[in-house]
């Protein structure tokens, strides 16, 4: 469950946010903190489906949680998609929402994934410093 608050302004550019305060998770013996500062774009919902289901929602804590895995890549991406689910259930997300997230980053996650992990490998300090992880 989230310990904290979602706490973020907006970070200059478009469809980015600044975290102004950690946000934490914790289940069971294990927690997760997305330190201040971190840039995330909250949910990545293309623009076709953002009447459906809106960048900003429910979900929010939940995306910022799980994009800051996907930039740091400190679990799999199996567990990193399945602790989206879990933080979309404590969120309170409806499920078929929820599902069709989840779903959505089980199909496409793979190739920002990769990505994320060519980049880390390229320059790991400039790249965790344009998402504010320096």
């Known amino acids: 469950m989230f310990r904290t608050q979602l706490v973020a302004r907006d970070g200059g550019e478009e469809y980015k946010w600044r975290l102004e305060l950690p946000l934490v998770w ?3 013996n294990d927690a997760i903190v997305v330190p201040a500062g971190f840039i995330t774009d909250l949910a990545s919902i293309p623009q076709i489906l953002q009447n459906v289901i809106p960048v900003n929602g429910r979900h929010r804590a939940a995306a910022v949680l799980h994009d800051y895995l996907f930039v740091t890549q400190e679990r799999t991406r199996r567990e990193t998609d399945a602790l989206f689910l879990r933080a979309m259930v404590a969120s309170g997300v409806p499920s078929v ?5 989840y779903a959505a980053v089980r199909l496409g996650g793979w190739l920002p994934w990769r990505h994320n992990a060519q980049q880390r490998q390229h320059n790991r300090a400039a790249f965790l410093a344009s998402y504010g992880l320096a």
């Open 26 to 28: 914790e289940e069971d």
């Open 97 to 101: 929402q929820r599902y069709a997230m």
